[in-house]
């Protein structure tokens, strides 16, 4: 007998390519800032961000689309899609700093762990957006594209940590740029939206 299995796990499956490279990554470049190749936590960082990049941007593509579900706004959607990549940050970072990968002296001036979290978080949602958009053309899938654009947030990480600090800078000025414009869009299309029910009302 044929079992179906759901959806869920089929996307998942289908990813892992994408976030055993994301994996691979984070190990190879934490592992030549630090040198720290044996370290547990170095191993453990990498296998937490190749089994659960999935699964994070399922929930990140689930919140947006429920809080713009239930609330009727395109600005409360992001905001779902804003916490649960900043949940997801929040893990990472901790196990980072707390494995002696990062030094807490590095991101004191940015706010230590739940700064660090909120830059990443911020920096990345131009990606997601372009991720969603790419998809609602009919090219790949929503959680599919947003692992792959989180392996290009990693992979740019990783670029700058082995002596291109450059290239990280433009990405995080671009990404934020193309984030905060699509959330202008968002707010703007939400304003709108209240101002004719408003108008209705009356």
Known sequence: ??????????????????????????YFAYGTG???????????TAMFMALCAPL???????????????????????????????????IFMSAVVHGGLVSPVDIAHIGGVPGAALIATLVSQGVQYVAVLIASRGVGTRDGNVTLGYLVSVSVIALSMLGHPDLQRGFEISSTAFGAFILALGLIKDARWLAGLAMRRS
């Open 56 to 90: 994070f941007s399922f929930l990140c593509n689930y919140a947006d689309a429920a809080m713009a579900r239930v609330t009727g706004l395109v600005t409360m959607g992001k905001l779902g899609r804003l916490v649960v990549q900043l949940t997801f940050n929040l």
């Open 34 to 44: 630090t040198s720290m190749w044996a370290s547990p936590w170095l191993s453990g």
């Open 1 to 26: 007998m044929n079992m179906k299995l759901p959806s869920v796990v089929v996307s998942y499956v289908r990813q892992l390519r994408i976030s055993l490279c994301i994996g691979a990554l984070v």
